[in-house]
């Protein structure tokens, strides 16, 4: 089928990849010329015979709306919006609401493979009505990874319901990372263990913890064994604060997302704060010493 | 090759088949006259041709250290034992010395797989010397899952370090199967989703979290969407807590396995001693109400 | 000098009653016929002598956004109202915007020390301009407990200041109880200790963990041992999850105060999804057995 | 009463000048000349009139156990060794069996205090049985602070208690002090607070979070407003990592304590490895850029 894109970055450009492989016909639009199909957003609604269906893949936030606001004005009755970026779900609703008022339809659709979905296909998880939905499967059925629908793409539910899937996704994700990592740090602490990678990729068949992050994990120490070459300082894109925040509004007890999340934030300090004050109060009931930070005159 | 197996429970009952349909020729022990293939160890020393190998697969602690005695009496010179059950890799090196004293050798093999392992293969991390890894080889090599030896079997370092590598692996499983339970309550708690089983089953291809674990959650939520048959109730068999305290020894900080710790021994009480100080607390404090527990009679 | 007091429940009740022996002329209303002086805000404003001072001492939320309006109907240039409850303190500019619109101050004020309050004072913590705190510092330093100023009061900064450490108060305070309740729950479970009670209230002078909030739980424990009474269910009214929200969007990493918040959703459930889950995933994996719930019929 | 105390270091030398105000004879000994007032074990052994009381305030571990294994050697039956260092409780139970079979008695005193319990009295937390403890009251209630006896010293139980119950309250500061560091911290990142000094010093009264430990925080900040002269880093003395493989052994879930001891490994991590495999697994998976450690050349 036809689908307007917009937003080709590391992601939308392998999309649009993916899709014309599958036979459709793809229609990108891109601020930087050297990738756009077309100048720009009425353009993008000029090039799509009606009823249009048009993928936003672009940064969520005020990038998004932006978007969405954008092809509100160029589009109209009975045509349809999916934001495939990672937005909040909580924006969905009134970018959906935004869209009704020109009798334009939303899908929101949470995408996950990395990099790695162009060869392998993308997850994904999508909210919306079941007609809206519909009219977007045979995209949906070229982006996911071959086999069963079933097994690598899920309506979760009405408008919001994708990208709150797609959020908790990524709350599990920081955790399974941390679960690796406190393995791997032992494993590389105790002596005994020759050589922490061996054991990584020894999980890779018949253990519990068999998983495609153990296998990356398994690779990545391959290829630099003691990551002595990286940094742990971890940056995040928000879903994980989302998906405590949530948890918070819900009364779920997350304790793992939530150590996750919180491990990030402290890669990212010179020092802890939280620590400075502990042994500040150390040294003052107990005389401990503290480690003094000398400036140099 | 021939290979002695003590313990034809339900992880040895199950390896013994599987070793036979690769070839070998088990000559199992076990208490009970049901499943035993001999009467006793002397019984199963007799029945082995030296250098014998004898694999021990029986519940940890007294009861592997009574049985791994009772092989000390029995084997001999040049015979060696393999310790395959959910020993503390502490206790690895007190059976090595007293099995060395009698010139028998000795290896730690940690084993995944749990009931699936008849089928597909268990994972194996062991320990000990090159020459007594080497001579159990065929052993490991029809226990393990077929593919590369490497993604399903590690010698991962000399006596415990297979002990320690599975220990650090049931520590990984448990923080695992936390985050998929967190994500799990989560989408169960959002009333924007459906069927919390389908987005679970749709992780399965192309996401990042796709591992065995959540195919086996999206497997158990199939049969009963809802959990509404268990209870949370979950026992541990040890692994857990050790991991924590070797972590604890090694300074390594895992904040997501011990919150999974945690949460087992919260699922065991009737009523949460901290959080009946914290109510007490808030009663004394703020007048707060207090839900009292009324002793009929 | 002259107070309006909007809010006449278990905390404002005590503050006029505080304010009346400090020598303060206080008009309270409430609702309730039975306490209040005035019969409604319109009369409150009318026996109050221009500039007037309104203490607003309601729930948090909607209770309080709509006393506020209604203040703004009744009170005019030059009066000054305060927001004494448990306001978040992303509510206080809103509210201060309102009231600027018809020339009336705000001082947002953090009110602790529960039922305590009335007779040893109230911690006070207050944002706003140096001039509208400077009006009602002759109510504060009547509120606040005897002492240096400084020692149980401080303006903390601009308007939102005052709830803002007022919340951090309560974060903390969720912290500590949950500190003392994990201290307590272990002396509880070693059979070493003959009384948890007496070694509570051993560490009334000279250790390091002294404390009001110690004293409390030995004062518990006093008049039951094993809190046999008393049942972990806790609720929360919003502090400690607004401190953790708070938290994720500073970027701090605060475990003990999630650690704390958690337990309190998780002592207000009947069975832990995520433990049912993890109680599935290991009867899947590992045929260990489950407690199953079982429906009478 | 007359008292022996071994180690003159900052606690006993300390304990020894309030010793010796109360009107005790204390005879010290430490290999140190220029404090000792004996050259040896069996110096002070002769000094001191039968039945002989000696107290050991000496680093806890192997300084600890050759002491009193010393002092077993030149004291006697009907003498007793009262063990008032940091020492595991598990160790009190070997030690008084080894001063058993000469016939002298043990007491376990865990105290509390550091370098303010000279001038304000100890928190004592004592383990042994009626008589022994009996025998050192005296000098037990010199020690604590004035006040009634039970409100800074408690007999706990038998040999064991006092440094089970010290090992406990040590715990628990840990936590204490996490919370008030987190506190900090957000009061430090929020731009709306002038001072969280100021904030600390007005927690003094009248607040339920009021405390030794917040009035200490309140002097340190108040030393070093941003705590930048001051390192997170922290060591530990043993009693946090103690409590956590207590509260393991006893199935006590206890978070915000482990977080707490957590934290400390982290403050002397120059970077975490654990978060150095999230940081390779983003990458992996979604080409996050990673910050690379650049080697000069």
Redo the contacts between chains.
């Keep these: 089928m036809q689908l307007g894109l917009v937003g080709l970055g ?1 992601m939308g450009f392998n999309m649009r990849e993916r899709l014309r492989k599958g036979g459709h016909e793809v229609i990108g639009y891109d601020p930087r010329p050297e990738v756009t199909d077309v100048p720009d957003l009425a353009g993008l609604a000029a090039a799509l015979t009606a009823p249009r269906v048009v993928w936003v893949m672009v940064p969520s936030g005020d990038i998004t709306s932006n978007t969405i606001s954008g092809l509100a004005e160029v589009l109209g009755e009975g045509d349809l919006v999916i934001d495939g970026g990672n937005s909040r ?1 909580t924006e969905d609703g009134p970018h959906a609401a935004l869209l009704a008022e020109k009798g334009i339809g939303f899908v929101d659709a949470g995408v ?6 162009l060869a ?6 999508v ?1 919306g009505s079941d007609a809206d939905v519909e009219k977007v499967m045979p995209i949906f059925d070229t982006l ?2 071959p ?1 069963p629908r ?9 408008v ?2 994708g990208h ?2 797609k959020m ?6 920081y ?16 002596e ?4 922490p990678q ?2 990584y ?14 296998q ?2 398994a ?3 391959k290829e ?1 064994p003691n ?9 995040d894109s928000g879903e994980g ?1 989302w ?6 509004r ?19 300090q010179d ?18 010493a ?4 000398h400036k140099s005159g």
Excluded: C
């Design positions: 590391k779900y996950s493979g990395g990099i790695w979905g392998e296909g993308y997850g994904l998880m909210g996911r990874p086999g079933e097994d690598g793409f899920v309506h979760a539910g009405p919001g319901a709150f899937a908790v996704h990524n709350g599990v994700e955790a399974m990372m941390t679960a690796y990592g406190e393995g791997y740090e032992m494993l590389a602490a105790e005994l263990i020759k050589s061996a054991v990729q020894a999980w890779s068949n018949g253990t519990v913890v068999r998983s495609w992050l153990q990356l994990l690779k990545a120490l630099d990551l002595a070459e990286i940094r742990g300082y971890t940056d604060r998906t405590v925040e949530e948890a918070i819900l009364r779920v007890p997350v304790p793992a997302i939530a150590a996750s999340l919180f491990a990030r934030f402290l890669s990212r020092d802890s704060p939280t620590m400075k004050a502990v042994a500040a109060l150390r040294n003052q009931f107990g005389g401990h503290v480690q003094r930070i």
